[in-house]
């Protein structure tokens, strides 16, 4: 069993920043990737970025630019790093776990608010 706790989110005014963190802990489990995704009211949960632990990245088109992933493999914690919010991105942020087993597992989610 792995357990995922997330900080970081809150209010934040248009064109600021947020950082955004997930810790892992469990027993004898071996990361794959560690994700953000982030689900808006009335629409589907969708990726944010991902990032593997081989280094591959992959960012939704509407934050490149914006938004930075990084991971500490050792720590097994993940980063968000939000530039330039927008409205937009107001959501819910999950951080997702992705075990070489298969094995998927969820934090409980951290409100991020973009508004002035």
């Known amino acids: 069993q792995v357990q995922l706790v997330e900080s970081g989110g809150g209010l934040v005014q248009p064109g600021g920043s947020l950082r955004l963190a997930c810790a892992a802990s469990?027993?004898?489990?071996?990361?794959?990737?560690m994700n953000w995704y982030r689900q808006a009211p009335g629409k589907q949960r969708e990726l944010v970025a991902a990032m593997t632990s081989g280094g591959y990245i992959e960012y939704a088109g509407s934050v490149k630019g914006r938004f930075t992933i990084s991971r500490d493999n050792a720590k097994n914690t993940v980063t968000l790093q939000m530039n330039n919010l927008k409205p937009e991105d107001t959501a819910i942020y999950y951080c997702?776990?992705?075990?070489?087993?298969?094995?998927?597992?969820w934090g409980q989610g951290t409100q991020v608010t973009v508004s002035s």
């Open positions: 469990g027993r004898n489990f071996s990361t794959n990737a």
């Open positions: 997702n776990l992705i075990l070489f087993t298969g094995e998927w597992y």
